[in-house]
């Protein structure tokens, strides 16, 4: 598959920074479209604690570009969300380790890794109707696609969002790697909508981009 290309399916990207909203509103969104959800940071996610489990340090680009490429990596869909296994192993209840948190936008920033990643998330997206969230969704991954938007909330709710999560996440310092890094970084794509969330609960925001999916034709109008 080309760069971005589809096919009859639909793709709707949601991109933007941590703790914006972008989980809780996209898995939502794929619940009342009737479509796959697909959470690209998980694959990033995964990979990085394989990387970890085995010893190799995150710094260490070539071996992990290396680590990634010999690696087994498998998405399915359970429940229409995505599961991923590494070598069959399913390492979804650690995505969220502190350990993980802390090296998920060093092993991101590779541009191996990032190549390996993208071509899953384009062969998983053959043949089915998906809502996607990322940083890149909608800049690289499907440029193509018109159905894109870009969602924030000021950091300071963001901050106030993770830790009631329970989490230690430096979102702070992950925002800011992810935005300066050379290849694919965190950008709003040129033609995406902006919705600040900082002031709406998660079923505004969904309404918000359904209206906004009606307007594009992706829906039938309400109207
Ligand atoms: O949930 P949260 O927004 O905090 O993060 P995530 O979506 O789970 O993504 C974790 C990390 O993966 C990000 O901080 C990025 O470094 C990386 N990532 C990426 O580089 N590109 C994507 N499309 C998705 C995630």
Known sequence: MQSGQQSSHRVVAID????SGKSSVTREL?????????NSGAIYR????????????VGESDRVAHAVESAQ???????????????????????RDD????????VSSIPRVREIVVEKMREHAQGRDLVIEGRDIGSVVFPDTAYKFYVDA??????????AQGQR???????????SRPVSPLVVAKDACIIDTSHLTIEQVV???????EQNGLLPSAA
């Open 16 to 19: 933007g920074p941590a703790a």
């Open 30 to 38: 794929a619940r009342r479209l009737g479509f796959a959800y697909l």
């Open 46 to 57: 995964a990979i990085t604690w394989h990387i970890l489990q085995k010893g190799i340090d």
């Open 73 to 95: 990596i498998t998405c399915c869909l359970r429940d229409n969300e995505l599961c991923i296994f590494i070598d069959n192993v399913d390492p979804g209840d650690y995505l």
């Open 99 to 106: 350990r993980v948190n802390e090296s998920v936008s060093r």
């Open 154 to 163: 000021s950091p300071e709710v963001r901050l106030r969002r993770r830790a």
């Open 169 to 179: 996440d430096e979102i702070t310092m992950r925002d800011h790697a992810d935005s």
């Open 207 to 213: 309404n918000e981009i359904i209206g906004r999916l």
